[in-house]
């Protein structure tokens, strides 16, 4: 049947009635538009600029109990998409409907946009700054401007939207001397406004601090890492924190609710409306809120879709997000904050020089190779970019450096949280000090 494609405007609500007539029990249409402006900066200068739109719909109906799920990308035709989601639910168990219930509700836009102009200057800027303290740098870079619209409409009554605009700045030195190449990035991303003079300045820092070279020794050391390689370590809890783990016994914490589980440094929080990736509702429709996970290193909550909540006994938090448009909605994190608790919840926090000043003999992490530690916790990393420090000043850049431990051990033996938070994806870290990891350096002894 070849139906002839609906304007963008009706199609969410042609589909939700379509699928009743056709013997749908439930149905529900999410939608996503994106529009996005990227520049690309390549050895110091505008290589190009590009403009990207895309466009998918996501219809996922019940019969008889039985989910399906179907997508398409651009101009849709309605009963085609129908037919095929309803032929994929005849291969699938049942399963309770979840569907949540409401109103039509438009909520405000997040963000504002810049024009390609500015774009342009800030990088340039950025890179102007990084060469003139280091002329032989050779730069690239990439800055843009994304505005997303999303909605959400179901057979229950719900329907709504937002549009959420972010801004993104990433910027990288090539610095090479003789046999030796060093790589230094950072990036930003924000909302309303980027701030090319911090982010260069970040990156001239960094290569300040590599100058001179030293030797990591091969013992157990106090690791400091950067706000930007701290992500790692929070990956891991996001795991742990995971409902759906949780219920799958994964999780090392699946019995540890009321119960310490890191340094009591440590709290832990999802704030909805903060930072560049905040959203009013999750990919069910459910309101986000915020949630304390971890207070005072203890375990306060796990964060759950409809389906985990119910398996959990406690209810959806709004945490039902889908990895792709074609995914069912799953438990996922947003705008997770690392914030000081116990003792030092109240004082203010140490920034990065402060921090690097308390270590009487350890190294700096601000970049890796490979991945993280997943949810065992177990990992070991090469250092991309690290640091000596002994006695509260830096020694030099660390090269063929490996540090490995457990993620879980680690952040039970914090020994300083920075009050130099920022933004790494949707995660807002400082830099933390911790004990219980082994370095390992190509040479065995102190070079000092």
């Known amino acids: 049947m070849n139906a002839k494609p609906l304007p963008a405007e009706s199609l969410a609500e042609q589909l939700i009635e379509l699928a009743a007539k056709s013997g749908a029990e439930a149905a529900e249409v999410f939608q996503s538009q994106s529009f996005s402006r990227p520049l690309f900066f390549e050895a110091n200068r505008l290589k190009q600029i590009e403009v990207t739109e895309s466009e998918g719909t996501a219809l996922r109906v019940w019969r008889n109990g039985q989910p399906g799920l179907a997508v398409a990308y651009g101009p849709v035709a309605p009963q085609l998409l129908v037919d095929r989601a309803l032929a994929l639910s005849d291969l699938n168990e049942p399963e309770t409907i979840d569907l949540t219930p409401g109103s039509v509700t438009q909520y405000p836009d997040l963000g504002e946009a810049v024009d390609i102009q500015q774009l342009m200057t800030w990088g340039e800027t950025a890179i102007a700054l990084v060469r003139d303290a280091y002329p032989e740098a050779i730069c690239n870079a990439e800055w843009e401007c994304e ?8 057979s229950t009554g719900l329907d709504c939207s937002y549009t959420d605009i972010t801004l993104s700045g990433y910027l990288a030195a090539d610095w090479v001397r003789g046999d030796d190449f060093l790589n230094v990035s950072d990036g930003q991303t924000q909302r309303g406004c980027l701030d090319p003079v ?31 390689a701290a992500d790692m370590l929070w990956g891991t809890l996001q795991a742990a924190l995971n409902g759906k783990q949780v219920v799958e016994r994964a999780s090392p914490w699946s019995d540890r609710l009321g119960l310490p589980v890191v340094s009591d440094r440590i709290t832990l929080v999802q704030s909805p409306t903060e930072g560049p990736f905040s959203c009013p509702f999750d990919d069910e429709g459910v309101p986000t809120r915020p949630i304390t996970f971890i207070r005072d290193g203890i375990l306060q909550l796990f964060y759950t879709d409809h389906r ?5 006994g406690s209810g959806t938090t709004g945490n039902g997000f889908r990895p792709g448009l074609g995914s069912y909605p799953t438990p996922g994190v947003f705008n997770l904050l690392v914030k000081p608790g116990g003792a ?17 003999d350890g190294i700096i992490v601000d970049q890796i190779l490979g991945g993280g530690a997943g949810i065992s916790g177990e990992f070991s990393i090469n250092v991309d970019l690290g640091y000596r420090v002994h006695k509260g000043e830096i020694r030099g850049r660390i090269k063929d450096t490996m540090v490995s431990g457990n993620v879980y051990t680690a952040l039970k033996q914090v020994i300083e949280l920075g009050g130099d938070a920022e933004w790494n994806g949707a995660c807002y870290t400082p830099s933390l000090i911790v004990g219980g990891l082994s370095v390992t350096g190509r040479q065995g002894h102190e070079d000092e």
Request: glycine fraction near 4%; hydrophobic fraction near 50%.
């Open 147 to 154: 505005a997303e619209t999303t909605r959400l409409l179901n």
């Open 198 to 228: 911090t982010l260069a300045h970040q990156i001239v820092q960094r290569l300040d601090w590599a100058r001179e070279t030293a030797i990591a020794p091969s013992k157990r050391l106090p690791v400091l890492f950067t706000a930007k």
């Open 308 to 312: 985990m909540g119910r398996a959990l």
């Open 344 to 360: 030092i919840a109240d004082l203010p926090g140490q920034s990065l020089q402060e921090l690097i000043a308390t270590m009487d």
